[in-house]
């Protein structure tokens, strides 16, 4: 039958199959009450996925809320793909939805990479389809600071970032380093 959403404050909880759940924003809860909604697992994350009574059609909670053109994407701002609040979900296109992917599997940080035979590390990101190299450093924690710098400045509010920093105080002194080199 229909989504039993429980409200608590201005969310509602969506219970989902497999003991999961989503959560929406109060106003939401008359577009996506009528659905029948179940975890969907797509090998990176989870949605809540969903149908009306007597449908096969599946629709994902996100895109119904945000009813984006076929060819946008929905990105989840905090990765957690059954988080549907409306500060949470935005519509993009691929190219922005890739640039705030979380690192790789087993990956602690994104953008900083150990290079064995120079012994240091160095960050990248790819950007516009081209690979960035944005410098060699002798930790992993300035490699990945570089990074995030990089991701703050060219990505702007798509770009992952390592650390909850507010980076914009730093974007000037990075402009006057680049502007120095030679």
């Known amino acids: 039958g229909r989504a039993r959403g429980i409200q608590l404050g201005f969310i509602v909880v ?34 809540a996925q969903g149908h009306l009574p007597g449908s096969k059609r599946p629709i994902r909670m996100h895109r119904l809320l945000l009813n984006p053109l076929i060819n946008q994407q929905i990105d989840h701002i905090n990765h957690v793909g059954v988080d549907n609040r409306r500060s949470n979900i935005r519509i993009c296109n691929h190219s922005q939805n890739q640039q705030n992917q979380r690192p790789h599997l087993g990956c602690k940080f994104k953008g900083s990479y150990f290079h064995s035979q120079n012994n240091n590390y160095f960050s990248r990101m790819l950007l516009n389809d081209r690979s ?51």
């Open 14 to 47: 969506i219970p989902l199959s497999q003991n999961f759940i989503s959560i929406i924003d109060l106003e939401d809860y008359p577009i996506v009450q009528d659905y029948k909604w179940y975890l969907y697992f797509n090998g990176n994350n989870s949605y």
């Open 132 to 182: 960035i190299h944005i410098g060699k450093f002798f930790t992993a924690i300035e490699a990945v600071i570089a990074y995030d710098l990089f991701s703050f400045k060219f990505r702007k509010e798509f770009g992952f970032r390592n650390f909850d920093i507010d980076y914009s105080k730093y974007i000037s002194s990075l402009e006057i380093k680049n502007t120095n080199q030679t």
